[in-house]
């Protein structure tokens, strides 16, 4: 198992050298326009924030994978964890916002030793959709937690779980030793209860990350070949696909730098550069809760130390009229997110 | 003077194709799209026979290009290779078929 760049005491860890690796080179050279020069062509800057839909709580960096790409820097060294009384800041104002969409995240999530009152307490909220980004491969880590997918058709929890590709060479390379073998177990698990299956109202989506330094597929076509070999090789079935572009920050920027792919990255960024996904990115729609509490416009910006540009900056503090419309706070990372059809947390936004 | 025939960069100015000659290069990526849709073969399908043409005609811009693509339909490394095997045994074996050529000329001169 690789180490988190904290573990290894790596320069990125610390987030000024991300930020100016990606401010620097061939950004200030002029050779790539900044982001901020390419949406002021189409007069898109500064981005504002519109009505919030979707409140995205991380829960702790702690995990038991450490994924090669992960933008978190999550993994089992990791300490950073919500306490209960964050959790419960967190709780007042989901009682409050419109938001139809809590999305908890982490790190594995459900490591969290609140997890489980933090669940059953915003499944009473009424929030439409309560999702939990899990790893899978957590359901099987460990006895105390073989009951999660039980746990989660209890509270009607939409489950989101990452999955690379529906071979195991890929997506053991990008993920860990044993992890394909380990979530395919999980994905029985769930479609064992009803999770994923043809109108079932226990919604399971998949969310692909590209094994590499390339841009994801059509969403589209990516979904129907995921859905015909899970089915096909392991009778696996799921709803969605959401195709997410891997950011050029924290671990997958290391691994951009290492394999000296940083550069035509960016280029193949730029180049897909869509002025219509800029519209539709999440952070307009998104706030971003740490595990500390800070506010950010995304769970990118969290990772960069890059926190919202407003009077209000912890969910203690929050007043949704004084944080709607504010300047969101971009860099050139957010290229990630308007490259092709555009990528989010909940997958393409074209 | 520039020091190799190909440069990865000229892939790009592809469409500039069209500008010494706009009607014939819009009919050419017209068509160059429309073969790639899906139709009775999956785009997936048709990438992979790109990549194995590529080589066949070797040809880095496609080489290139198709890998990338490939890689973003999530095609393997192990489909690519067997594509390419099949490229390979088809221009191998068109070498070898014209053998039977040589063989006829052997047999009707050799004593």
Redesign the interface.
């Given at each position: 198992m690789i180490k988190s760049l904290h573990k290894r005491e790596s320069e990125l860890a610390n987030t000024h050298k991300q930020l100016e690796i990606l401010s620097n080179g061939i950004f200030k050279t002029g050779d790539l326009p900044t982001f901020k020069n390419k949406i002021s062509e189409t007069n898109q800057f500064p981005l504002k924030a519109k009505k919030l839909e979707v409140l995205q709580i991380n829960v702790g960096y702690m995990c038991n994978q450490v994924c090669e790409h992960c933008h978190v820097d999550a993994g089992p060294d990791r300490k950073e964890i919500m306490t209960r009384t964050t959790m419960q800041q967190c709780l007042e104002v989901i009682k409050k916002t419109g938001a139809h969409t809590l999305d908890l995240t982490g790190g594995a999530p459900e490591m969290n030793p609140d997890f489980r009152w933090f669940v059953e307490e915003a499944s009473k909220v009424g929030v439409e959709d309560v999702m939990v980004r899990s790893n899978l491969t957590i359901m099987t880590a460990n006895k105390k937690y073989n009951d999660l997918p039980e746990f989660f058709k209890k509270h009607n929890i939409h489950v989101v779980s990452s999955m690379p590709?529906?071979?195991r060479?890929?997506t053991d390379k990008q993920r860990g030793t044993g992890v394909f073998d380990a979530s395919i177990n999980a994905l029985k698990m769930l479609n064992a209860i009803g999770y994923g299956m043809p109108n079932s109202p226990l919604k399971l989506d998949l969310v692909?990350n590209?094994s590499?330094a390339?841009?994801?597929?059509?969403q589209m076509?990516?979904e129907k070949?995921?859905k015909k070999a899970l089915k096909d090789d392991f009778d696996i079935q799921f709803h969605n696909l959401f195709a997410i572009t891997n950011l050029p920050i924290s671990r997958f920027l290391d691994y951009l730098i290492a394999s000296d792919n940083y550069e035509d990255y960016m280029y193949t960024l730029v180049?897909a550069y869509n002025p219509a996904a800029v519209a539709n990115v999440m952070c307009t729609n998104t706030i971003s809760v740490s595990w500390d509490g800070y506010l950010y416009d995304c769970d990118f910006n969290q990772m960069l130390g890059l926190p919202i540009n407003n009077k209000i900056k912890h969910i203690s503090e929050y007043n949704e009229d004084l944080l709607k419309g504010r300047d969101i706070v971009i860099s050139q990372h957010c290229y990630g997110c308007t490259a092709g059809a555009g990528s989010s947390c909940q997958g393409s936004v074209t | 003077m520039q020091k190799t025939y190909y440069d990865p960069a000229d892939l790009?100015k592809f469409g500039k194709i069209s500008e010494w000659n706009e009607e014939l290069g819009s009919k050419f990526f017209d068509y160059y799209g429309k073969v790639f849709e899906e139709g009775a073969l999956t785009?997936?399908e048709k990438s992979l026979i790109a990549l194995a043409v590529a080589h066949t005609i070797q040809c880095p811009y496609c080489i290139d290009a198709y890998t990338?693509?490939g890689?973003?339909?999530?095609i393997?490394k192990?489909e690519m290779m067997e594509a390419l095997h099949v490229a390979a045994a088809i221009r191998g074996g068109a070498s070898l078929v014209h053998g039977v050529q040589m063989m006829n000329k052997v047999n009707k001169l050799d004593m």
């Open positions: 590709h529906w071979t060479g890929k692909y590209p590499g390339f841009l994801p597929g059509n076509s990516l070949d995921f180049e | 790009k785009e997936r990338g693509d890689l973003q339909r999530g393997t192990e």
